[in-house]
C-alpha cells in the first residue's frame, strides 16, 4: 500500500519510538517505529475513516519541538503526542506517545 503508511514512514526518524499504555490492559507498551508503520501500511482502512484531526499546540524552540495532535473518530479521542527534531534541515518525529480516551 502507498499513500497513508508511505507519509508516516516518511515523517518519523527511522530509530523512532512509541510508548504508551494500553487502554484496556493498562500494560506499558515499547514499539519500535517500524512495527508501528507496518500496521499502518497494513491497515487497508488507513485514512479512509471518518476522523477529526486537529494540531491542538505546537511549541518549537531551536531545532526541536512537540506537537499535540487530537484525533476524534466514532467513540474514540487520541490525543498524540510528538517529538520531533530538525535533523539534516529536515523535521522528524524521534517520539510518539499517546493516550485513548472513549467517549
Known sequence: MSGVGDRVEKAFHPSATMKYVDYKTGEFKDVPIAEFISRVKSNPNAGKSDRKIEIASTNIEGD????????????????????????????????????????
Open 64 to 103: 526541536a519541538a512537540q506537537a499535540k495532535i487530537r484525533i476524534e473518530s466514532g467513540n474514540v479521542i487520541m490525543n498524540d503526542y510528538m517529538n520531533l527534531l530538525k535533523i539534516n534541515g529536515e523535521w522528524k518525529i524521534v517520539s510518539k506517545i499517546f493516550s485513548r480516551v472513549d467517549k
